[in-house]
């Protein structure tokens, strides 16, 4: 199928402008449904222990005690990922905004980080490729909003292909048919591509700049 041909079929199916709107909702729904979470547990679970101490079952405090201190450790991990996720969440808006969807890539080749279940710190990253042979450079990756430990890092459905939004040399937001998820990603050898970026037209330099991705961010 011709490259115009296949883009427009793409585009047609998927709308970035929808893609941003959903992204940011996403991101704005998993802060506060944590930060309440956390919130209850460390302010609610004190509370509560001072009624089940003078309850039938005064026992019971040693089972809700220690929700206080989740909860507290729980608020504490979230200022300090909050940064990050305001970055990731706002690279994705921009570049949503300032690029149309490029494609589907069917494949995708888990390079490092399959086994990133039980290895969180560990970078995810992989390789996409078309139907016809055409793959990207090795791409690092972050899942927006971010995924809880009990889930895993890699998106579900990722393995059935994803629709891809930017340009891979600098910056791309990753959406993922198959369970909605979505992720950032960026080369992981930002500087073997540094010669692609550098012959770049102006009109690609300059979209990357107004999206933001025209320097590293993960």
Excluded: N
Aim: one cysteine or more; aromatic letters at 10%.
């Amino acid at each position: 199928m011709p490259e115009e041909t296949r883009r427009a079929d793409v585009q047609g199916a998927v709308d970035a402008a929808v893609l941003r709107r959903t992204v940011t909702a996403r991101a704005w729904w998993a802060g506060i449904r944590s930060g309440g979470i956390f919130a209850v547990m460390a302010f609610g679970a004190p509370a509560l222990t001072g009624v089940v101490r003078d309850s039938a079952w005064p026992w019971l405090v040693y089972v809700v005690a220690p929700f206080t201190g989740v909860g507290i450790i729980g608020l504490i991990g979230m200022f300090k990922s909050v940064p990050v996720a305001v970055l990731l969440t706002r690279a994705c808006r921009r570049t949503l905004a300032r690029y149309p969807v490029d494609g589907f890539w069917p494949v995708i080749e888990k390079v490092d980080g399959a086994e990133g279940d039980k290895r969180r710190s560990k970078a995810l990253t992989f390789r996409l490729r078309t139907a016809e042979g055409e793959e990207s450079p090795v791409m690092r990756m972050h899942p927006v909003p971010r995924r809880a430990v009990w889930r895993g890092p890699w998106p579900e459905g990722m393995d059935s292909g994803v629709y891809v939004v930017g340009d891979l040399a600098f910056g791309a937001v990753g959406y993922v048919p198959a369970s909605g998820g979505f992720f950032f990603m960026q080369p992981d050898d930002w500087d073997a591509c540094a010669q692609e970026r550098r012959v770049a037209g102006g009109d690609r330099v300059g979209r990357a700049r107004g999206a933001g991705v025209d320097r590293r961010i993960i």
